[in-house]
Every structure is written in structure tokens, then in C-alpha cells.
């Protein structure tokens, strides 16, 4: 900034102009594309869903009306997503730190190069897997936190004899969405500046206290970026809690009974089939209230983050 | 300096541009080839009929009818079959207003919402309605040490009520005295979606038991129990549970290799199979008030009919006795003239397990069917 340029300012050296316009109005139009979709997606949410809100009695199957209806799948759908980032934030950024900062090179490849792969797997995969592999692998764990833990609201009797609790379809999600969060945050970390990690080392920092203080202030905003991207996945996620879920239950903290509050986009996928038009505007109604929801939980993080920054920063 | 670096970025690109265009050009050139070949191998074989036949309905046809569609479109090549498995209550909206040529419907078509009548004006005369799919839903169970057990419906109904709760309970002890049971707590399954199969079973446990408070429903009125995704998830739920009960679909239980409830039938415990399953629907009596040509009847639940098995899933093909055009009756009668036949009963129950009609109701289906003419 502080040396002026001797020639022209850059905008006016001609030879660049065409691909400067071609791009800037490429990226343009990508920007404006994306907008458009997410308020087409709004508007059809909108005209398709407000309608479900006024449906007769009888179409909210015994709730009574539209908030009875919602409040279920809503709170199974928190209740998985949560579990699932509980559960899958420490260890993908455990599993990225490692991969950044510990291990040897001829590790940190292959190992992240695997926890890619996982993204790949399509979700009916995972759904599959779910049902008929680790659910009931998970019955006798299910068994034993009754047994000692049953105190808790979270491990009452009876278990569900064939896993296919909440804690499970939670537990699903969070390998689900391990690879995302792992992939970003595993960019971030590589992103740190290595002047700022050799200071704090020479300042006599550990290698943990390195991280603390010159790696994870530097992420952050990428960490949290990561974090949504997986909560999102997984609060959208619908094949996999469709077929892993017991959900015809109403709102329980039981993780490990038959009747499991379902998620939303799963309630979407098994009701769809056999709709009739006042159920079908129900259901929209629903994935309007998702739309709002994963809108609200992003914009409060980034809030959050954009105060925390601030804060540093002062 | 920006010039040629400009150019050389060209020239890569101009060459991709080239390869991607000859690339188009080999892609197109293996296109028609191939459509080439495949039209003079079609043309060998000349079929009578030919347009487009759209239909909808029961979701609950979707595989007998992916087999009927391969099974005509083989003998009429040049017809497309098309069939929406919208729900047999959209499949009936959609015929009455005359937005398909055919509709499947798991019941029959009724005058409880002026329905038959709304069917008959779009006809002009009465509808033609015929039994196309006969499914046995099995009632199967997971129980370490037993194979078989004899239920009567008045037991499988407090099962799935949640009012028995442990396998040893005196009311299937004794129905089973040779069997072993354990005091495994019973751990139902049923269907998480909406689907025909629930609504067939509760209809049977409804009127063959007394026990059974519910309407019958597509969606499982009872809570408790696990509750799983299609007739794949019930059927898996209860292969992996331990003291689990469901029902589904007889042909893919049988797959899997589960044990199945014999069901009470007058004096005798009866075991689903396609014989039986027909068996009941040759002896359920007509619904009132039919037509010559409605075939529809009233599923005999209660029937004491030696050998029959009353928990069945019956579904309907529903079409017009006069058409338009010629081109549209004449397809609609072949190929309704094609599910009712033996060939195409076979081609069902090998791609979806259902058991064939018996002789005499497909006999009569196929003299009515075969009436189908153009106005």
C-alpha cells in the first residue's frame, strides 16, 4: 500500500480486461446462482408448506395440530444431530491434528486420504451397514448401561432388542459426518502460519501449548465453519435415520428404547411414498421448519465466532 | 508479457476444445451404432400392439408390476408402460379424472365418498375391476429354541397391543405346548411408514379378533415397539432382535428364513402360502351391489375354510369397459388380458412372491377383461 505504483493503476493495463470480466462475471453469476437456488428453495418451502399448517385435525395423525405435530420430529432431529457432533468433533479434530501436526508424513497421507474416503460412502450405505451390522453390535453396550447406569433418563428400561435406538442413528451420523469436519478443520490447521508455531516453541511453549495458543486461535473460524457443515449434514441427513431409526415414538431422553422420536428429513423420506395432498403439505411444512432451523444454528454460530474474534482481536 | 502469457494459456485450451469435440464426435458415432443394431434386432420381432399405456396406483403392485410390464412390453415392443406408484387413493383420483387409462387400488373402489359413481361417469359405463396381486403377509418372529408357533388372531392382536408382553405367557403357551418358550420379553415390529401391508394385517386382526380396538390403517395405529423403514427393515429388524415379532410380506420373509406364526383358521393352524392365500380370495363373498364386470370382494377374514389364510393383501386393476379410440382399449385389454393370465400370475409371483390367482377367478377376470372395445 505504502508504495505507489509507478505505471497505471491495474484496471486500466488493458491486456487483462477480457479474462478479468469473463471471470468477474463468471463468479458473479456463480454467487447470485447459489442465492437464487436457496430463496427458490424458501419460496417453494413457503407456498407448498404454509398450507400444512391449517390441515384438518385427522392429517396430523392424533397431534392435534401443526406444532404437535412438529415438536416430535424437531426434537429427534436436534436430539440426533447433537449426539452426532458430540460424539464426532473431538475426534475428527483430534484425528486432524494428528494428521497436521504429530504424525510422520508417511502416516499423516494415507490416514487422511481414509478418513476421505469415508465421504464418499453414500448414506444408504451407511443406513445398511447401520441396520444389519452395528446395531445390534451395540445391543449388549445398550444392555450394560442399563443395567449400570439405568438411574439416568438417558438409559431406562426396557433396551430395544434390535439397537435401533437414537443412540445409535446419532452414533451413525456422527461417522457420517467425521469426514467432513475431519477434511476441513485437517486444511486449517496446514494453514497456520509456521512463523507463529515456531515462535510459541521457541517461547518454550509444549507442543500442545504450540497448538493452544498459535494453531486453534488461527482456525477457529474454519473450525466452526467445519463443525456446521457436519451439523448441517446431519441434521439433514434422511436415508440413514430413516433406516436406522425405531422413530414412531414421541419425545424422549431414552437413547436406548423402541420408541425414538424420528428426525424430520427421515419422517419426509418414509411418509412420502403414500401422501395425499394434505399430508404432502404437512411434510413441506416440516422441511420449511428444518430450513429455518439449520438457518438459525448458523447464523448463531457465526455470530459467536464473529464476537469471540472480536474479543481476540482487541 | 501479459499478451503472451495469454496466448500460451490458448493453446492447451484450444487443444482441449479440439479433443473434447472429437470426443463428442466418437461418443455419437458409438450412439447411433448402437441404436443401429438394437433397432434391427427389434424389428425382427413385430408386436400387435403399440403406444403409450399409463396407469397408477398401489404402491404395493411396484414389482408385479415392474415383472408385467418386462412380460408385455416383451410381447409388444413398441408399447411403453408406465405405472405411477402414487397410493391406491391418488391412483383412484387419477382414473376418475381420467388422467390414466388404469388405476391399481388396494380397495376397491366404494361409494363411502361417491367414488364408484364419480369412476362410472368417467367410464360411461360400469368400471371394470379385477383382483391382480394376492400377497400373504406372514406373521414371523426371533425366538432362540422355537420354529413354529400356532396363534390365533386373538393372540397375535394383544401382541401387537402390547398386552402380552413375555413369550412364555399362558395364552401362546397354550396354543403351544410342544414349544419351549422362553420369558423373553416379546419386542413387536411393525412398519414406520404408511403402507398397504399395515393396513391389510390390522384390517384381519380388526375382524377376526376381539381384542382389536383400531381402525384398519395404512399408518400402525399402536405405539411401542420398534418400528422400522419398509418391508426390508421390518424384515431385518426382526432377524437381529432378539424375541422380536413382525409382519411382512410372505415372499421375503421367506427369504430371509424366519420362522412363521401358523394362524388359527377354524380349527386348524394354517402357515401362509400362496395356495391358501388364493384359496381366500376364491371363497370371500362378492361386495355388495356389483356390477357383472366388478369383480371386487370383501376379504373373508373369519373364514373357517379348511386351508385357506385369511391375512392377505389383495389389490385391484381398475379400467373402462369402452374407450375413445380403439388404440387405447385395445391396449388396455391386452394388457390386462396379460396380468390375468397364467403367464403373467407367474411372471408376479416369481419378481414379487404373490400367489397366482386360482382358475376359476382368473377365468372370470379374463372373460371380462376380454369385453374391453372401443366406444
Known sequence: MSSTPLTAPPQESAPTQTGDRVFSGISRAAGLVILAALAGVFIFLSIEGIPGLFQDEGAYKGNGNFLGYVDTLLFGTVLSATIAVLVAVPLAFGIALVVSHYAPTWIAGPVASIIDLLAAVPSVVFGLWGINVFAPKMVPIYVWLEENLGFLPFFKAPVNPVGTTILTAGLVLAIMILPIITAISREVFNQTPVLHEEAALALGATRWEMIRLAVFPYARSGMVSAVMLGLGRALGETMAVAMVLSGAGGISFNLIGTSNPTSIAANIASQYKENTPATLHILIATGLVLFIVTFLVNFAARWIVARNERKLTR | ?375
Open chain 2, 1 to 375: 508479457m501479459n499478451r503472451s502469457s495469454n496466448r500460451l494459456a490458448l493453446v492447451p485450451g484450444a487443444a482441449a476444445l479440439a479433443l473434447s469435440i472429437s470426443l463428442t464426435a466418437c461418443g455419437a458415432g458409438n450412439e447411433t451404432d448402437a441404436n443401429a443394431d438394437s433397432g434391427s434386432d427389434t424389428t425382427t420381432e413385430t408386436g400387435t400392439l403399440s403406444g403409450e399405456l399409463n396407469g397408477a396406483g398401489a404402491s404395493s403392485q411396484e414389482k408385479a408390476m415392474e415383472a408385467w410390464s418386462v412380460g408385455f412390453q416383451g410381447l409388444n415392443p413398441d408399447v411403453t408402460l408406465n405405472y405411477n406408484p402414487l397410493g391406491s387413493g391418488d391412483g383412484r383420483t387419477q382414473f376418475i379424472e381420467g388422467g390414466t387409462l388404469f388405476a391399481g387400488t388396494d380397495s376397491y373402489f366404494s361409494d363411502d365418498e361417491g367414488e364408484l359413481t364419480a369412476a362410472n361417469e368417467r367410464c360411461g359405463t360400469d368400471i371394470i375391476e379385477v383382483p391382480a396381486y394376492v400377497s400373504p403377509i406372514a406373521v414371523m418372529f426371533n425366538l432362540d429354541g422355537v420354529d413354529s408357533l400356532d396363534l390365533d388372531a386373538d393372540t397375535i392382536a394383544q401382541i401387537f397391543d402390547q398386552k402380552i408382553t413375555t413369550w412364555n405367557d399362558p395364552a401362546i403357551a397354550d396354543q403351544n405346548p410342544d414349544a419351549d418358550l422362553p420369558d423373553t420379553p416379546i419386542t413387536t415390529v411393525h412398519r414406520q411408514d404408511d403402507s398397504g401391508t399395515t393396513k391389510n394385517f390390522t384390517d384381519y386382526l380388526g375382524k377376526a379378533s376381539k381384542s382389536w380396538s383400531y381402525e384398519a390403517e395404512d399408518a400402525f395405529p399402536v405405539k411401542g415397539g420398534v418400528a422400522a423403514e419398509g418391508t426390508s427393515g421390518v424384515v431385518a429388524a426382526v432377524t437381529n432382535g432378539k424375541g422380536t415379532i413382525g409382519y411382512a410380506d410372505d415372499s421375503q420373509v421367506k427369504d430371509a428364513g424366519l420362522s412363521v406364526v401358523n394362524v388359527k383358521v377354524g380349527d386348524e393352524y394354517v402357515a401362509p402360502s400362496a395356495e391358501a392365500a388364493a384359496k381366500v380370495v376364491a371363497v370371500s363373498p362378492a361386495a355388495e351391489g356389483r356390477s357383472d364386470t366388478d369383480m371386487a370382494v370383501d376379504v373373508d377374514r373369519t373364514t373357517t375354510e379348511a386351508g385357506a389364510y385369511p391375512v392377505i393383501l389383495l389389490s385391484y386393476l381398475v379400467a373402462c369397459q369402452t374407450y375413445d379410440t380403439a388404440e387405447d382399449a385395445d391396449l388396455v385389454k391386452g394388457f390386462l388380458e396379460y396380468v390375468v393370465s397364467d403367464e403373467g400370475q407367474a411372471a408376479a409371483a416369481e419378481n414379487a412372491g404373490s400367489a397366482p390367482l386360482d382358475a376359476d377367478t382368473a377365468s372370470r377376470a379374463q372373460e371380462i377383461v376380454g369385453a374391453i372395445a372401443a366406444k
